[in-house]
């Protein structure tokens, strides 16, 4: 134990975390001034400016990503916890679930076969190889989830955490003149497919929107969440 | 660099309670939003009051209490083999406690919140690793196009049009149609 102990490099532990959060700070903020700028506004995400910030300062600082992920365990190691969390907001609108029963389930469940399966035609029809068929499939559902169940896949966590990202960017900035051109009004329907296709971005978005929409995307977003990670691992594992 | 530093922190520490608000709707379906990004406004009507301080004795017993359950539910998982997500296990047994007690304890509240609010600092360390995939993704731009944008926008109008097809009888969309929407959202 006290060997471990001492083979870590505390100083750049240290230091590594302690610039992860300053700079994640520092993107949470230009993603908040840069609100009125509607258009680009979902691809300031913090996680893609910080992402890319870091991976400049590693390739300047030449610290290799598998140096860099030692000393940030303790921000991975959170995640699990954080994750678990979800059961939360998922509690706080079991009354909607309660009251729509099948009229909510019924377009959840569509969206939770529908995104993959149109994701992966399109991966399948252009002959890409299996591991990137494979992490394409959790495109729709919240980053820590969609992480874990592709690597339970035989996807890659990194690039699926990519992947989900960009759909969510897609759909929040894509989402609302789509409702529009199809004539969708009812703010909880928005809600709804925002949640369960674009899951946490889209949720960000739907709050904009409305407190309805934004409840019924939060349901939306738990529900095609924890579905698609318990089944995918069954059906592909 | 160093002056900047404790200004950072101070707001960082706002960051934290800014994420606590919590709303109730006055629509036919009584539901609470869990609002659980920082990176939206808070609601205009509600008086800060209702934006609750961090108590961050109960945020480290919930803290324990979700790494317990995340840590319980990998090592079961280990021993039985099944190849389940350890935290989709989590939110399972977490939701059917919540359903036992019949409510969120503080504990709980206090932790989940800030936590889920700033999920994205958490997976930062996995997403780095994507320099070492770049050749994967520049060697397939159509099909990832088409797998991303495409198949995204499709499912969205279906699933959209779905919904509101299963539940225009039920006017639920009156509480708020007589606010006009806010510009530049």
């Given at each position: 134990m006290l060997t471990l102990l001492n083979d870590i490099n505390w100083m750049a532990t240290l230091v590594w975390l302690m610039v992860t959060v300053i700079i994640y700070i520092g993107a949470l903020h230009l993603y908040k001034i840069a609100k009125p700028l509607w258009f680009i506004h979902p691809a300031l995400h913090p996680l893609i400016v910080s992402t890319l910030l870091i991976i400049l300062l590693q390739s300047w600082t030449h610290t290799s990503v598998s140096e860099y992920q030692?000393?940030?365990?303790?921000?991975?190691?959170?995640?699990?916890?954080?994750?678990?969390?979800?059961?939360?907001?998922?509690?706080?609108?079991?009354?909607?679930?309660?009251?729509?029963?099948?009229r909510v389930l019924v377009p959840i469940s569509v969206a939770g076969v529908?995104?993959?399966?149109?994701?992966?035609?399109?991966?399948?029809?252009?002959?890409?190889?299996?591991?990137?068929?494979?992490?394409?499939?959790?495109?729709?559902?919240?980053?820590?989830?969609?992480?874990?169940?592709?690597?339970?896949?035989?996807?890659?966590?990194?690039?699926?955490?990519?992947?989900?990202?960009?759909?969510?960017?897609?759909?929040?900035?894509?989402?609302?003149?789509?409702?529009?051109?199809?004539?969708?009004?009812?703010?909880?329907?928005?809600?709804?497919?925002?949640?369960?296709?674009?899951?946490?971005?889209?949720?960000?978005r739907a709050i904009s929107i409305g407190e309805q929409c934004s409840a019924f995307a939060t349901l939306a977003l738990c529900m095609n969440g924890i579905a698609t990670s318990l089944i995918l691992p069954m059906l592909f594992g | 660099m160093i002056l900047s530093l404790p200004r950072l922190q101070i707001t960082f520490i706002i960051n934290f309670d800014f994420t606590l608000v919590l709303t109730s709707s006055k629509s036919k379906i009584e539901s609470k939003a869990l609002i659980i990004s920082p990176l939206a406004p808070p609601p205009q009507n509600t008086p800060s009051k209702f934006s609750l301080r961090i108590n961050l004795f109960q945020f480290l017993i919930g803290l324990f209490l979700l790494s317990f359950l995340f840590f319980v539910a990998q090592n079961l998982l280990l021993q039985v083999q099944i190849n389940v997500p350890p935290a989709s296990l989590g939110i399972a047994v977490l939701f059917c406690g919540l359903l036992w007690i019949k409510g969120v304890p503080k504990a709980i509240s206090n932790a989940a919140n800030p936590l889920l609010a700033h999920m994205s600092l958490f997976f930062i360390p996995a997403i780095v690793a994507i320099v070492n995939f770049i050749d994967l993704i520049v060697?397939?731009?159509?099909?990832?196009?088409?797998?991303?944008?495409?198949?995204?926008?499709?499912?969205?109008?279906?699933?959209?049009?779905?919904?509101?097809?299963?539940?225009?009888?039920?006017?639920?969309?009156?509480?708020n149609s007589d606010k006009p929407p806010r510009e530049g959202d």
């Open positions: 030692n000393y940030t365990t303790l921000l991975s190691a959170l995640l699990g916890p954080a994750t678990i969390a979800l059961a939360v907001p998922l509690y706080k609108q079991l009354n909607i679930l309660i009251q729509m029963n099948w529908l995104s993959p399966a149109l994701s992966w035609t399109c991966l399948y029809l252009l002959d890409s190889p299996l591991n990137l068929q494979m992490t394409m499939l959790v495109k729709s559902i919240t980053t820590p989830l969609a992480m874990d169940a592709a690597s339970a896949i035989g996807g890659i966590p990194s690039l699926a955490a990519v992947f989900v990202i960009s759909t969510g960017i897609v759909g929040a900035i894509c989402g609302p003149a789509l409702f529009a051109l199809i004539g969708v009004h009812n703010q909880a329907a928005q809600g709804t497919a925002l949640g369960a296709v674009s899951h946490a971005v889209g949720t960000a | 060697a397939f731009p159509l099909a990832l196009f088409f797998s991303i944008v495409v198949s995204t926008l499709v499912s969205l109008s279906i699933t959209a049009w779905i919904s509101q097809r299963l539940m225009h009888k039920l006017d639920i969309t009156n509480s």
